[in-house]
């Protein structure tokens, strides 16, 4: 343990040496025009065939000694990018590196992509190396081989270069490298998202069967468990169906299967292999095309072929899931320049760029990177009255001027939700490509949402909702922090720097939103096969600080503690205090950030403070709305997570720097 | 030899039936595809239909052309296990040309006989056995339909021309006649498929050939046969049968990508040796052939019918395997008592 916090702060050493040289070359060399937004200039993305050496001569960082931190937003950022395959010889490679230069253009970074001239690992593993050895602010890579690919990651990563996995990886825990998230499709919430969207389409489906070509593949059996649990919670029978790869067998395995179950009336194919021989079997009933086309049986598949986009137009699929390769490309570079410039991270593991739905209202839509875009944000607050909003519109200001859209912010002059309300439907009537707001209050807004979503308007959340499900209204997604990601991904970290017992200290017990932050706070001890428990506080700060020392005192072992804001920080310092002890002697972290708090982290008493990134949920939601309108990419989740993002000593600095602005 | 009970001229309705089950490789499997039919047609709901027959029939299409092929080859003695990788070749080159669909067909098929022919130059030159040869080829041949679709990505078409509907369509003529049936035209190119080859393995002097280097290679030599050439043609023969099911295939389904065929070799093994022919060669038929794929595709649809809570639908390909075991026990009890 105490090997890896040394490794740690070295690494952080390291990469705030970096940072700051990086910095002053970049304020050294800046033009003084501070406008984020940048000419497109396709020659941005440049590609490198292995052999050719990218020359760049790295910064020598060994003699710079604690330079003071200058962050610089705009500074010029130089992204490397490894992946297994190129779009030169790959066409599905393609789509990814359109997403990768778009993004180079729109975001004004240099991007370098690297690739093997043919399937290569052992050629792919070397060119991260060549890669690194370019110095670059961050690397974005296929982890096509964590075992192979493992010691390069390592090696950059510890040079404090930010790593982030695209198209093929499993997560940093799954693939056992500490990358920042991984970007990819979400299989599980792809069947879970697919079952669901069949039983609103239907109300009379009695039964369901996931077809699966290829049983005890893991990415296919999580598609299959995702939709039999949606229609399971929905009170609908349904199971995994064998068939195999010869397409004759498999039609006549379908067509037995519905005969000995004449309840089913929903189907998922997993891909081309599952939907051939399903249309074949619809094609050789004679009610098979008119019962899916009246909506008595209703089919979706994953994946998109010329046939499944041809039956999603003539009504004989519902849907076909795509992983949105696009996005993979796009979201590694956005998330990689937030991280260089912004010290802001990325929120999950795991991020997932699917599925993304294609249905009868977008499938065949034509990507156009040109078209203007108009967006209404309507918020319940606003920067002119409310500091927390500075940072979401400042998210909002960075994103319009990078993608040359238009956004027009519409709040009111206090906090009013009625007038809120009153200011969706003013936005509906102006007509926009998309709107973006608050859902402050789900029941009061609910007709207003959905007079936008009736005008087919798209419409997402941001900062304040529960997403679509829970809201009861249909939009697009929410943007807005994961609580128990944040307890759980907390109570890791704090049993990965040596907590064996954990207390959650809850200001608010019965707040929904706190009690998800403990649950996955206990859940991450209790899986470790360690012990955790919540500890209920008050509003008093002076009682609060008592009871915590009173629990400790009764419950010597506990050695780990989680506070769910300064309102729990505030009374945990001052039992420290009353006790002598400091950094050393208690292993803690919080959520949320507070001058207090963003102390005692660069004192090394408090390993974290969780932040739900305000910025990237105004920026987020330009982007995402934008991304939707000219590249026809869709939300892949009902919840987008824009926090947990955590402070530590390691981005501490450069987000005190930007605070106010960015954070 | 087997063949001479085939040579054999019994009389009678008594002997003919002696004949057939008694030293024919297709008694066993015969005795069990109607033991299986019957037991099914009793107990299982919605079985006896012509659904459930033409179902039947049109799954063994595809794997009972590549069987053929394979069971040629067995019984001369030898494996192939690279068919999987020239279906997707048949079915890739078939698809390239709509514009002279003939020639398509002609190309598809003379390529893959032609990547057979390989695969038996490669057997007979180096003396490696066959299951390591085409092993390798099994992944080279892969490697060449992957270059050929350019890195993995699918062909596929949505025209519908009216050959595909000659090759492997809806047998509406058919179809007519019986209520609930979906016979598509694949079955008659099957059924022509096993006439011939049964024909060339039983009736001609090439057949002899064939069941002679597969028994007793010496005393095939000795009466002088030449072992190389008839390896050679078997190759031949398995490549063109898998590349013809390639063609069957993208006519119903327009459809071919890399991984296409993938598992069909041992498909093809299985119903081989559940049709009667022996792994060790020497012994079997094209009309057992037929059989083996009939029965385990009769198989596979009376699990999936019957709806046993204890077999899951994502697991009944494994009680489809006791089945195939079983009916391979039975099929050598069969012979044993015959003998």
Redesign the interface.
Known sequence: MKKEKEDSMRRLHRFVVLLAVLALVGAACGDGDDTTTTSPAPGDTTTAAPGDTTTAAPGDTSSTVSPPIAVDPDRPVKIAAVQH?LCA????WCTVEQGISDASALLDVDVTVFGPDQFDLDATASLIDQAVAGAPDALILTVTDPVLFKDPIMRAIDQGIPVIAYNAGAGPAADGIPYFTYLGQDEYAGGFLGGQRMLATSANITGG?CI?HQ?GSANLDAR?QGFTDALSAAGVSA????I??????S???I???R???QDVNAFLTLG?NGA??FY?WV??LDIGRLSLQAGEWVHGTFDT???IN?NIENGLTLFGIDQQPYLQGYGAVMMATNIVRYGITPALPVTATGPGFVTRDNVGATADSTRSVKIIAVQHALCAWDAFWCVVEKGIEVAKGQLGVEVDVLGPDTFDLDATASLIDQAVTAAPDAIMLTVTDNVLFKDPIQRAIDAGIPVLAYNAGAGPDKDGIPYLTYLGQDEYAGGFQGGQRLIAVGGTTGVCINHQVGSSNLDDRCQGFTDAFTEAGLSAEVLAISDDPTASQTTIGDFVTANPDIDAFLTLGPNGANPFYGYLDETGMGAGDVIHGTFDLSPEIVENIKAGVTQFGIDQQPFLQGYGGVTALALLVRQNIVPALPVTPTGPGFVDASNVAIVEALAGQYR | MATEQVVAQPSGVGSMMRRLFVGSPVAGPLVGLIVVFTLFSLFV??FLTW??IS??V??S???GVVTVGVTILMIGGEFDLSVGALIAMGAYLFGQRVDNPVWALIVAVAVTALFGLINGILLVTTNIPSFIVTLGTRSIYRGVVWAFI?????L???EDLPVYDVLNG?FDLLNDLFSGA?F?T?VIWLLLVVAIFQWLLYRTGFGNRVLATGGDLNAAEAQGVRPKRVKLATFTISGGLAGFAGVL?FS????A?V??????EL?AIAAAVVGGALLTGGLGSVWGALVGVLLI?TL??GV????LPWI??????AVVGVAIVAAVILNHYVRERAV
Do not use: K
Request: proline share 7%; net charge negative.
């Open positions: 395959a010889w790959d066409a599905f069967v699966n049983v299959c199971e995994v169906l064998a195999s790869d010869d397409p004759t067998a039609q006549t395995t067509s037995d299967y005969v000995a179950n081309p051939n021989p074949g094609d050789e072929s010329p046939e041809a | 709901d919605n659904r459930t179902g039947i049109n799954a299409a595809l794997i350019s890195g993995g990505t699918i596929e078409l949505t809806r979906n598509r694949s295939l119903q389904f327009q459809f990508q991984a296409t065929g993938a598992g069909f498909d595709s596979r649809t999936v019918l019957m709806d899951p639908a994502d697991n009944f390909p």
